[in-house]
């Protein structure tokens, strides 16, 4: 089996100088571009054939043509991006590519002897390289997972410092995935596990004044979850006042920030964190099975190896990846969906996801019965926001509310649970979405409002 830590380490044995994409792209064209039509449909071939790959340099793609960057399945108002981002048709034909070019050359290319250095040591690097520069941080600060689960879940499992005894803390708005990781520490490490509910309204002040809380109230804690922006309700928490109070008392935090790289505008180091993990396939749309794990450099020791795993040093963040082959295709792709993020502009792609959201949010704020889950400041919410309708108590309700408007109106969301106040529709808007996908969940609201009361 192919040792992904290694894949993806820092080996600069494995490098020829000028090795890499420019290289590699002399395989693909000679290799794999004739073979794309085998893995895209007549329709597909037909689009290419009148619409050519952008040349993705930065800030060169206005968001209002966005929706001509993607093919979508016509029909259906998609608003359930939050599970995964879909590739723009740049992205996806050079993945198809990549897969083309895997598939033909096999373990020569893996194994790292395919002539002029195109290899997948080399791959991995430009997918570090790229995801470093996306979120403004060093190279050897960032290793690439199969999943912003996998990440998160190691650096939670592997904090060093855990002892039978000690505290770890999170709330209920914080992703099924971690919290299992954090209940794991309770029931494998002896870690005393403390749970608080997000406040609603959740304002900043009540945020903050709620992790003050829980942290005076577990002297013996060690370790935080903080999430950045919510999967189940969208609030965008102040991370970084949390992290800086959490270090004031000794606590350290791993931050998912899944649903905020590629969303919101920021760099890594505008949280102030030492740990954190998130889904490269999210809002990067970068292909399925891609994630990063950032770790501090001057913090890598407090995050133990994968699996007593040597045969990486243990100076390489790469080692704390779990070994296993791994999707190349998508790795390699990861470089290009990063260039896309760039051409369109992180902060053109906040505002615009923002103005999908308020779209249909301000077209809803004073329908009776409709509660948003989120507060107005602009601070706490970007693309996701959930409500609820009155009466809506259950997870059957939600279900129920869920199906109803996908069959009568054709918009898909998704409900969500594990909220102390109880379950929701979360809806979230992609970057090819139209003012007519939130106009069309507006008005559904507006006529299906009063179905639970």
């Known amino acids: 089996m192919t040792e992904w830590s290694q894949i993806v380490g820092s080996h600069p044995e494995l490098y020829v100088k000028g090795s890499g994409m420019n290289n590699r792209r002399t395989f693909l064209k000679a290799a794999a571009l004739s073979a794309t039509s085998a893995v895209v449909s007549a329709r597909g071939r037909a689009e290419q054939a009148v619409k050519p790959r952008p040349a993705l340099t930065p800030n060169s793609i206005p968001v209002g043509t966005l929706p001509q960057h993607f093919d979508v399945e016509p029909g259906i108002h998609n608003l359930e991006n939050g599970y995964w981002g879909i590739m723009p048709r740049a992205v996806a034909q050079i993945y198809a590519e990549q897969t083309m070019y895997v598939n033909r050359n096999n373990s020569i290319w893996a194994r790292n002897v395919l002539p002029g250095g195109a290899c997948l040591a080399a791959g991995g690097r430009e997918a570090r390289e790229a995801v470093a520069k996306m979120v403004g941080c060093a190279t050897e600060e960032i290793a690439i997972t199969r999943s912003g689960s996998d990440a998160l879940q190691a650096l939670i499992t592997n904090y060093k410092d855990i002892h039978p005894g000690d505290a770890v803390i999170y709330c209920d708005l914080d992703y099924d995935a971690m919290i299992a990781a954090m209940d794991w520490l309770g029931d494998h490490r002896g870690a005393q596990v403390a749970k608080f509910a997000m406040p609603e309204p959740a304002t900043t002040e009540n945020i ?123 790795l390699l792709t990861i470089p290009t969906a990063v260039k896309f993020h760039f051409a369109v502009g992180g902060a053109a792609k906040e505002k615009h996801l923002r103005d999908l959201r308020n779209r249909w949010v301000d077209q809803v704020r004073g329908v009776r019965n409709v509660e948003i889950c989120v507060p107005d400041d602009p601070k706490r919410y970007c693309a996701i926001t959930s409500f609820r309708l009155k009466g809506m108590q259950t997870d059957e309700q939600a279900q129920r509310l869920q199906h109803v408007l996908f069959e009568k109106y054709r918009v898909h969301t998704v409900w969500r649970h594990g909220i102390a106040k109880g379950p929701v529709i979360r809806v979230t808007p992609g970057l090819y979405s139209t003012m007519a996908d939130s106009d069309a969940l507006a008005k559904a609201l507006q006529l299906e409002n009063s179905m639970f009361v």
Not at 254 to 259: F, K, P, S, T, W
Not at 280 to 302: F, N, Q
Request: with cysteine.
């Open 208 to 330: 903050l004044a709620a992790y003050d809380a829980v942290l005076k109230r577990t002297p013996n804690a060690k370790l935080l979850l903080v999430t950045q922006v919510s999967n189940r309700t969208g609030l965008v928490t102040p991370v970084k006042k949390i992290v800086a109070m959490a270090r004031g008392r000794g606590v350290d935090t791993v931050v998912d920030i899944a649903h905020g790289v590629a969303c919101l505008d920021f760099q890594i180091d505008d949280l102030g964190c030492d740990f954190a993990g998130w889904s490269v396939h999210k809002w990067t749309s970068a292909p399925l099975g891609t994630g990063a794990m950032y770790i501090r450099k001057s913090r890598l020791d407090a995050i133990d190896v994968a699996y007593d795993n040597h045969d990486i040093p243990a100076t390489d963040i790469t080692a704390r990846v779990p070994a296993g082959t791994v999707n190349f295709a998508a």
